[in-house]
Structure formats: C-alpha cells, structure tokens
Nanobody
Framework: VQLQASGGGLVQAGGPLRLSCANSARDFSGYALGWFRQALGKEREVVAAITRTGGSTDYADSVKGRFTISRDNAKQTMYLQMNSLKPEDTAVYSC???????????????WGQGTQVTVSS
C-alpha cells in the first residue's frame, strides 16, 4: 500500500474542502483507513476512520457533524469532506491504512505523505 494525500489548501472559516487519499500500490480494500492531523506544536490525532467495506465510520468529537469520511475501493481512493471549517482545523492532514484497532489508535501500518490545510478567520 502506498498512500498519497492531496486536496489541502487555504480556505476561509466556514468553507468546505475535500481531501483525497489515493493508493498507488497493492489493493487497500483489505485495510481499514483513517485520516489524521497534526497541528503545529501538538500531537497527531485521529480525525476519522472507516472500515474495509465502508460500513462503519468513527470520528473525533471535534469534527462530528462537519466532516465525512468515505472510500471507493474500486478507485483505490479515500476521501474526507470537510465542511464548516474552523481555524482550529488548521493542520497537516495525513492518511493511513491498517487494522481497525490500529487505525483508531494511530499506529497504522501504512502512512501517506500529508497535505496542509489552513483555515483563515
């Protein structure tokens, strides 16, 4: 599995942004996937996670109701739709793959390079 996150950028508070995480090697449909973020000076945190089939998802309390995680195994791509963005959402967002428990605890097996999201007030 080789992941690459994209879609980050500068957005005004309240606006939307959609991140993508594309896999370029080995089928990732057998793995749970997750989005993580790390703000400057802070520890990395799990933002959202999705099971292998997409049947179940989990979100950090801080993004519930605003962010939606999804995946398309046929396209080998995962997405994070972010709405109502806040300045505190500013961070480097990364994607990762692994077992469900590993993804939820942030110790996934495969990590992609991150993409910067900056939300201006």
């Amino acid at each position: 599995v080789q992941l690459q996150a994209s879609g980050g950028g500068l957005v005004q508070a309240g606006g939307p942004l959609r991140l993508s995480c594309a896999n370029s090697a080995r089928d990732f449909s057998g793995y749970a996937l997750g989005w993580f973020r790390q703000a400057l000076g802070k520890e990395r945190e799990v933002v959202a996670a999705i099971t292998r089939t997409g049947g179940s998802t989990d979100y950090a309390d801080s993004v519930k109701g605003r962010f939606t995680i999804s995946r398309d195994n046929a396209k080998q791509t995962m997405y994070l739709q972010m709405n109502s963005l806040k300045p505190e959402d500013t961070a480097v967002y990364s994607c990762a793959a692994g077992s469900w428990s590993k993804v939820l605890t942030g110790i996934a097996d495969y990590w992609g390079q991150g993409t910067q999201v900056t939300v201006s007030s």
